[in-house]
């Protein structure tokens, strides 16, 4: 790796770490389009699944005064059993199709919610949450976008922002250590790609550092918008996969 792309790789991952820390989440989407130029699919997934255990492990520690375990374990509970079973789906499914049927329903979501005043959910129950904790994991197991469905759920409930990074935030942490046991079974993480993860580590914990001081200033309104932009994203980075613009 020559200097010029060593340094757009740090500034990625600084970026992506400031995508992280401000909020909770889409840390991939920032990075993914960068590293696919001069990585390999593997390597960038690995990538992804380690430093997003590096920025959500930070950010469970940094607002560990509110995380809500006993909350937050229906939907992890689901995610365990969703990662592998979404990954045994990969095999009997078109991946393609189903990558754009999801984000296009995520981009109509967004865009709705973006247009229209923010939707409250009333129904809840651990059965619901153990439900979509699961279809959390499937997705991810999937398209390898960790914590979409329960960011969602969040949201519809329209929580305050502090409530809701205090249940999504341990529910991508775990949704993440499964996702790493995955790609170890798979071969995924070799020295090369270790040897990239230490690099990066350090302008990855910086970034979530930052993004962690500019959410401390937001109010739930901001924060609802920059969510929902964000899975608007998500959307179009699956209707239109980073891939093509290799």
């Given at each position: 790796?020559?200097?010029?792309?060593?340094?757009?790789?740090?500034?990625?991952?600084?970026?992506?770490?400031?995508?992280?820390?401000?909020?909770?989440?889409?840390?991939?989407?920032?990075?993914?389009?960068?590293?696919?130029?001069?990585?390999?699919?593997?390597?960038?997934?690995?990538?992804?699944?380690?430093?997003?255990?590096?920025?959500?492990?930070?950010?469970?520690w940094a607002l560990r005064h509110a995380v809500r375990w006993r909350s937050a374990a229906p939907f992890i509970v689901g995610g365990l059993i969703g990662v592998p079973a979404g990954t045994i789906l990969l095999t009997y499914i078109d991946p393609a199709n189903m990558r754009i049927g999801v984000g296009v329903l995520l981009i109509v979501y967004s865009v709705y919610?973006?247009?229209?005043?923010?939707?409250?959910?009333?129904?809840?129950?651990?059965?619901?949450?153990?439900?979509?904790?699961?279809?959390?994991?499937?997705?991810?197991?999937?398209?390898?976008?960790?914590?979409?469905?329960?960011?969602?759920?969040?949201?519809?409930?329209?929580?305050?922002?502090?409530?809701?990074?205090?249940?999504?935030?341990?529910?991508?942490?775990?949704?993440?250590?499964?996702?790493?046991?995955?790609?170890?079974?798979?071969?995924?993480?070799?020295?090369?790609?270790?040897?990239?993860?230490?690099?990066?580590?350090?302008?990855?914990?910086?970034?979530?550092?930052?993004?962690?001081?500019?959410?401390?200033?937001?109010?739930?309104?901001?924060?609802?918008?920059?969510?929902?932009?964000?899975?608007?994203?998500?959307?179009?980075?699956?209707?239109?996969?980073?891939?093509?613009?290799?």
């Amino acid at each position: 790796m020559d200097g010029l792309i060593l340094t757009i790789f740090l500034l990625a991952s600084f970026l992506g770490g400031v995508t992280s820390g401000l909020a909770g989440f889409a840390m991939g989407l920032v990075v993914s389009g960068v590293y696919l130029h001069f990585l390999t699919p593997l390597q960038t997934a690995a990538l992804i699944v380690g430093y997003g255990f590096a920025t959500q492990g930070y950010g469970v520690w940094a607002l560990r005064h509110a995380v809500r375990w006993r909350s937050a374990a229906p939907f992890i509970v689901g995610g365990l059993i969703g990662v592998p079973a979404g990954t045994i789906l990969l095999t009997y499914i078109d991946p393609a199709n189903m990558r754009i049927g999801v984000g296009v329903l995520l981009i109509v979501y967004s865009v709705y919610s973006l247009a229209r005043p923010a939707i409250k959910l009333t129904h809840e129950g651990v059965p619901a949450e153990v439900g979509v904790g699961f279809l959390n994991g499937l997705l991810a197991g999937m398209t390898g976008l960790v914590g979409i469905v329960v960011v969602i759920w969040c949201q519809l409930r329209n929580w305050p922002k502090d409530v809701q990074r205090a249940i999504f935030q341990p529910v991508l942490l775990a949704t993440i250590l499964t996702s790493t046991a995955s790609l170890s079974i798979a071969g995924a993480v070799t020295t090369e790609t270790a040897k990239l993860y230490l690099l990066g580590l350090p302008s990855m914990l910086t970034g979530t550092w930052v993004g962690l001081r500019l959410y401390g200033r937001l109010n739930d309104a901001v924060f609802r918008k920059i969510i929902l932009i964000l899975l608007l994203v998500s959307g179009v980075s699956l209707v239109v996969p980073f891939s093509m613009f290799r």
